[in-house]
């Protein structure tokens, strides 16, 4: 496993810089230890990595992959936001929070509990926007960055100028906002936050890794893909559309995910988010059964 150092802070690369269902996770090696989202990759080395005793456990979201390797760990208390946290708790609030239909849920539950290695967790402790952690000589601070989820959060080490991002993965894809728990403006404001925090080095969970350079632009790229989704969708409504219509146009998951027995319910949470912005804003109308753009 390739391993970064930022002093204290290091990060541990999943294999293909953390493409899903691989990722890229932290470990804190200080006087207090600690693990943020640990990856599929930490479970499956786990014998040769020689980790020290973790004494704590961040997941930045309740999403499976972020937590595959939490259950290694079954002493240290995990910390999650408080919005997310009661994911970890039952499996049902969780796939209350994916926001799937019945079929899906069904066919994903086994999944997610045999491949990602979900367990409920008892022992949580929420955390707030802004709280500081001190390590010894490593200091972290919680970032509330929701939209992708409502509880998702970045963490930022002032002192090595570097920001775990976590699923802001700033990939070519664009950002994901497909759960019930998603917000669209929260996800806009979020990223501005992440643009502005004059961070040095932004470690993404997937694919991105560590973005040293251009960060702004590459954050404003990956904010656009947004606004690309929202252009792609008012010229879809020049005529009149049922949301059925839009699911199957498939603005966010472009490519075949045929085989992705979710598809459906995600694309329809991200779309709905979509004209619920436009409704709000007059650019949209809804006739009862169909959306369609207003002509001004
Ligand atoms: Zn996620």
Known sequence: MEVRDFGRVKVMLGKKNGKYPYGNSILIDDDVTALIDPSLMIREFHQELALPRIDMVF???????????????????????PLDAPALRSIDVLFDCYGMDAVSTEAWK????????????????????????????????VMHTPGHTGGHCCFLFEEEELLFVADWDLTWFGPVYGDATS???????????????????LV???????????????????????????????????APRTLDEIVK????????????????AVEKNSMALHLQLLLQDGRVEWDGTRYVRCSS
Request: charge should be negative; glycine fraction near 4%.
């Open 110 to 141: 086994p999944i997610v509990v045999e491949k990602y290695f979900y367990d409920t967790r008892d022992h949580i402790v929420e955390f707030t926007d802004g709280q500081v952690f001190d390590f010894g000589h490593t200091r972290m601070r």
């Open 183 to 201: 917000d669209l403006a929260d996800s806009i404001l979020s990223l501005n936050r992440i643009r502005d925090s004059g961070a040095k080095a």
């Open 249 to 264: 146009k498939r603005i966010v998951y472009r490519k075949d995910y045929s085989n992705v027995v979710w598809i459906d």
């Open 59 to 81: 997941n930045s979201h309740y999403h499976e992959d972020h937590g595959v390797g939490n259950s290694l760990f079954p002493d240290a208390p995990l910390y999650m936001h």
């Open 204 to 238: 993404s969970f997937h694919e991105a890794g560590i973005c040293e350079e251009n960060r702004r632009e590459v954050v404003t790229q990956y904010l656009d893909i947004i606004y690309d989704r929202e252009r792609q969708l008012l010229e879809f409504l020049a």
